[in-house]
């Protein structure tokens, strides 16, 4: 459904994606993993072109574009495919929960006021929050307004959602409820694209598992090969520090 071609980026001198392939299927939940500054939420916001990358290639079904060169009229349509759950929540302070969710189908794909509100609702209702339709991001949790993130990219019925961390900026109390939404909608079938530290959402629903650092993806393979049997060094000094109490691996 979705492959991307060797994308490089840089700011500056620094060099942060250094030719990263990836492929994804309808259906595949991909959750990739790895240190600060692996370049996990670049590759992401260059998929969205959130930044432009400096060389590669998407394939988007019969779609390919050049990431460095795209036109406005590609780059309009791959973010139709795609939608996008911020670390940030980046809602608008000024709007209701379902004015949020809808202004994106309203003003970005024309959508009757009427019918994105319904659209909105039914968004609103999946995530658990139809008693919140009227209330400000300021009423409500950073977990609500998480769920008002993943609302607002629900009712755009994208092909993938590409979700940056979506659990880092909550408590810790208010993660379980993000991640039971996130769970609950992969079940269905929705196509994600996670870069998260959530060890056991990566464990429980991805069915595919990527390790980056550097630049680079070190490792990827299915969740439960990841987990017992990391291939790479590299992978394994990683998972032995972020989940040393229950983490084995074969040498």
């Given at each position: 459904?979705?492959?991307?071609?060797?994308i490089?980026?840089?700011?500056?001198?620094n060099e942060?994606?250094?030719?990263?392939?990836?492929?994804?299927?309808?259906?595949d939940?991909?959750?990739?993993?790895?240190?600060?500054?692996?370049g996990?939420?670049?590759?992401?916001?260059?998929?969205?072109?959130?930044?432009?990358a400096?060389?590669?290639?998407?394939?988007?079904?019969?779609?390919?574009?050049?990431?460095?060169?795209?036109?406005?009229?590609?780059?309009?349509?791959?973010?139709?495919?795609?939608?996008?759950?911020f670390q940030?929540?980046?809602?608008?302070?000024?709007?209701?929960?379902?004015?949020?969710?809808?202004?994106?189908?309203?003003?970005?794909?024309?959508?009757?006021?009427?019918?994105?509100?319904?659209?909105?609702?039914?968004?609103?209702?999946?995530?658990?929050?139809?008693?919140?339709?009227?209330?400000?991001p300021?009423?409500?949790s950073?977990?609500?307004?998480?769920?008002?993130?993943?609302?607002r990219a629900?009712?755009?019925?994208?092909?993938?959602?590409?979700?940056?961390?979506?659990?880092?900026?909550?408590?810790?109390?208010?993660?379980?409820?993000?991640?039971?939404?996130?769970?609950?909608?992969?079940?269905?079938?929705?196509?994600?694209?996670?870069v998260?530290?959530?060890?056991?959402?990566?464990?429980?629903?991805?069915n595919?598992?990527?390790?980056?650092?550097?630049?680079?993806i070190v490792?990827?393979?299915?969740?439960?090969?990841?987990?017992?049997?990391?291939?790479?060094?590299?992978t394994?000094?990683?998972?032995?520090?972020v989940?040393?109490?229950d983490?084995?691996?074969?040498?």
């Amino acid at each position: 459904m979705l492959e991307i071609k060797n994308i490089h980026k840089s700011f500056g001198k620094n060099e942060i994606l250094k030719g990263v392939d990836l492929k994804i299927e309808k259906g595949d939940v991909v959750v990739i993993l790895g240190p600060s500054g692996s370049g996990k939420t670049t590759l992401l916001r260059c998929i969205n072109f959130l930044e432009q990358a400096d060389e590669g290639q998407a394939i988007f079904g019969d779609m390919v574009v050049n990431l460095k060169s795209a036109t406005r009229k590609q780059i309009h349509q791959i973010r139709q495919k795609t939608a996008f759950v911020f670390q940030n929540y980046n809602l608008f302070n000024n709007k209701t929960a379902i004015e949020n969710v809808t202004e994106g189908l309203i003003i970005g794909r024309k959508v009757p006021k009427a019918e994105a509100y319904k659209i909105g609702q039914q968004a609103l209702e999946k995530v658990g929050l139809s008693d919140k339709i009227n209330s400000y991001p300021s009423q409500l949790s950073g977990g609500q307004q998480q769920r008002v993130g993943i609302a607002r990219a629900i009712a755009l019925n994208p092909d993938i959602i590409l979700f940056d961390e979506p659990t880092s900026a909550l408590d810790p109390e208010l993660v379980g409820e993000v991640l039971t939404v996130m769970k609950t909608i992969a079940k269905e079938g929705t196509t994600m694209l996670v870069v998260t530290h959530e060890m056991s959402f990566a464990k429980d629903v991805a069915n595919k598992v990527i390790f980056m650092d550097g630049g680079v993806i070190v490792e990827e393979d299915a969740p439960e090969e990841i987990f017992s049997r990391p291939k790479e060094e590299r992978t394994q000094q990683f998972l032995k520090r972020v989940i040393p109490e229950d983490y084995i691996y074969n040498i």
